[in-house]
């Protein structure tokens, strides 16, 4: 299935039913988020999670009604956690590009998943980190 099948087959959904588009490193922080927000706002959708320049990207709905202050705050924090945080493997990371070379792919690694990641030896597919044969 596309990307766009993907996103539609999971609008509307919660946090745990998007895990798999982003990496392993980031799924204690937005399992964490999925905790806060069901206290918050226990009917919450999400309309989108997914990886983009480096940064974690989450859209948050709460149908005909608007989305709660405290919510956009929570999502926030997530977001800036995640831009500290390796995709891959969950240690403190920055985005960067492979071998740190001006444009390109960027991803938030870590130097040990970085290097792993520019040399293609790592990369994450639906959630999980794969490790290619060499």
């Not at 799924?27 to 905790?35: D, I, K, Q, S, T």
């Not at 005909?64 to 929570?74: F, W």
């Not at 240690?91 to 071998?99: E, K, L, Q």
Request: aromatic letters at 4%; charged letters at 20%; proline letters at 6%.
């Amino acid at each position: 299935m596309d990307n766009e099948g993907n996103r539609s087959a999971a609008a509307g959904a919660q946090i745990p039913a998007r895990l798999r588009a982003v990496g392993p490193g980031w799924h204690p922080l937005l399992e964490r988020l999925h905790a806060q927000l069901t206290v918050d706002m226990p009917g919450y959708r999400v309309t989108d999670v997914t990886e983009k320049l480096g940064g974690l990207r989450i859209h948050v709905t709460a149908g005909e009604q608007a989305v709660p202050e405290k919510v956009s705050t929570l999502v926030a924090a997530s977001v800036a956690e995640a831009a500290a945080t390796c995709e891959f493997c969950g240690a403190v990371g920055r985005p960067r590009s492979r071998n740190d070379a001006p444009g390109g792919w960027i991803k938030t690694v870590c130097d040990t998943c970085h290097a792993d990641w520019s040399a293609h030896k790592i990369l994450i597919v639906r959630g999980d980190v794969l490790r290619r044969p060499v």
